[in-house]
């Protein structure tokens, strides 16, 4: 008796354990299916809008995708690697961030399907692999390659990305701003990368988005300081200096008591003359336009400094941040100096025009017709409130990694669900040319692909399923260049409409979630550690 109660338990916990990975698994792949269908209503161009409240009460209207995620509060281990994902393709491409996670999702959804038919989930891994590197050589087969030089394609690839944008109405103007802002740094011939830190976007509350503006040199957001000095000046010779223009202090914290007005008299002497002196240096090395970093330690500048450098027609712009620096000195082709011995002529940098305008309530001062200029360039945006500049930053941002997309990998292919869509048919047909398992995961895979085209025409208001299976049946026939026109409500050849996307948003899309899934799949436990 007492040995049959002593094998029962060891049974049932023995039980216990093999039902314990297969929970662990559809935990994991239900939380990470909550987070894909939370943004799913904000793809397309007919997508949906979030509205993000912080704790601060600070509110976001966005349809990005890395935003969103980043600003959700994610509890869920498995449903954070989703989060991690939409990063990872943010980082890669910049665009595509809500269609990776959805893709992650659909591959989640059928990997379930494929568990609950008791196939091992390092079998269902392993073809998932398979694939996704047979998706790739698809989508190589279907791109369009495309020319730098090739404006028209740059800009079409542009508005694509901005069409599912709050600000959207704008894209006429924010897609050749980043075109160009992009073409000047880039050498079409051998450039294959492209730093987007070279391109400067100062934002400025006021006026509306139509007003934003590409400037071919550098905007400061800081005002000329000095009353009487000049405001604006050509022929500029600019200098950047990271030492004080101020009387120096003790290096310990010491008090200096003055006993009678002669000595007071002195000390106010020694110190203008102290300053005039570091003044007159700098006008003998040429200079006419100051930029001063910003100092922790005292004043970077006296009052009384400014007003000597006015008297001697020297605009100054203070308070440059450290970390501004590396980019002001390549966009003006100056150093910086740290010492006074060290300002010589050769240190300057110089430029056609230098002004401070008005913008709105505000002041900024412009440098442009730099000569010898690093490659850099700037661009003010403006918006009417803090929501819409934001947003039109994030847009900006992402038109300007489409075509960083193309200068890496030089290819486009279809936008509207049509590379999806195309995947989903060859991948199939390619299918049923295998044997066993790998034949029944790649024909699920290949339906969870369509779930692009499917979410599209939902958000876009169409009938899903019918317009899917038309674009099925479109792909079929062999028409690769099938895809949804939201604009018109029907199935059109997709390239004629000049929405295009870069190949990398695609693909990288299509890596990036088959990777997720397979480490979410491979997962059988969580550990929790008490630190």
Excluded at 199 to 222: C, M
Excluded at 323 to 344: M, N, Q, W, Y
Aim: charged share 25%; aromatic share 4%.
């Amino acid at each position: 008796m007492n040995l049959k109660q002593q094998v029962a338990p060891a049974k049932q916990a023995e039980f216990k354990d093999k039902e314990k990975p297969a929970q662990i698994r559809s935990s994991n792949i239900t939380a990470a299916k909550a987070i894909a269908d939370a943004i799913k209503t904000s793809l397309g161009p007919r997508g949906m809008d979030k509205m993000i409240q912080d704790k601060k009460g600070e509110v976001t209207i966005t349809n990005d995708g890395a935003t969103i995620l980043k600003q959700m509060k994610v509890l869920h281990p498995a449903a954070k690697m989703l989060v991690e994902l939409s990063k990872a393709q943010d980082a890669e491409a910049g665009d595509g961030t809500t269609s990776v996670v959805i893709l992650a999702g659909a591959l989640l959804e059928a990997s379930q399907k494929l568990l609950a038919r008791g196939i091992h989930p390092s079998r269902i891994s392993d073809s998932l692999l398979h694939f996704s590197t047979q998706a790739q050589s698809i989508l190589e087969s279907m791109a369009i390659p495309v020319d730098l030089s090739d404006r028209n394609a740059l800009l079409n690839s542009a508005n694509t990305a901005l069409n599912s944008k709050v600000v959207h109405e704008h894209s006429g103007m924010l897609a050749p701003m980043a075109v160009d802002a992009v073409c000047r740094l880039v050498d079409p011939a051998k450039d294959t990368y492209i730093d987007l830190k070279d391109i400067r976007i100062v934002k400025k509350l006021g006026e509306t988005v139509e007003d934003s503006k590409l400037i071919d040199g550098i905007i400061f957001t800081q005002k000329t300081q000095g009353f009487g000095g000049p405001n604006k000046i050509e022929k500029a010779r600019i200098g950047l200096i990271q030492f004080c223009i101020s009387p120096p202090k003790t290096d310990m914290d010491n008090t200096v008591i003055v006993r009678d007005y002669s000595a007071m008299d002195r000390i106010l002497r020694e110190e203008r003359q102290y300053i005039l002196n570091i003044t007159k240096k700098i006008k003998a090395a040429g200079c006419n336009v100051l930029l001063i970093q910003k100092s922790i330690l005292r004043d970077a500048v006296s009052d009384l400094a400014l007003h000597l450098l006015a008297k001697q027609k020297i605009m100054v712009v203070k308070d440059i941040e450290r970390e501004d620096i590396e980019f002001v000195c390549k966009s003006l082709g100056c150093r910086p100096v740290a010492s006074l011995d060290h300002f010589t002529p050769e240190v300057l940098g110089s430029a056609e025009l230098c002004e401070e305008v008005q913008t709105g309530g505000s002041k900024l001062v412009t440098v442009t017709g730099v000569q010898n200029s690093g490659r850099a360039v700037s661009i003010l945006l403006r918006g009417s409130n803090k929501q819409v500049l934001e947003e039109a930053d994030r847009s900006l941002h992402d038109a300007l990694c489409v075509i960083r997309c193309l200068v890496k990998k030089r290819y486009l292919v279809p936008g509207g669900g049509a590379p999806e869509a195309e995947l989903a048919v060859r991948l199939t047909n390619y299918g049923q040319t295998l044997q066993g398992m790998d034949a029944y995961c790649f024909r699920v895979f290949a339906e969870a692909l369509e779930v692009i085209p499917s979410i599209l025409a939902e958000n876009a208001g169409l009938t899903p399923i019918s317009t899917v299976t038309e674009l099925r049946n479109r792909h079929a026939r062999g028409e690769t260049n099938a895809g949804i026109n939201v604009r018109k409500g029907w199935i059109s050849n997709i390239v004629d409409e000049k929405v295009l996307q870069p190949l990398l948003v695609s693909s990288s899309a299509i890596t990036l979630s088959a990777e997720c899934v397979r480490s979410i799949l491979k997962i059988d436990d969580i550990v929790h550690v008490i630190r």
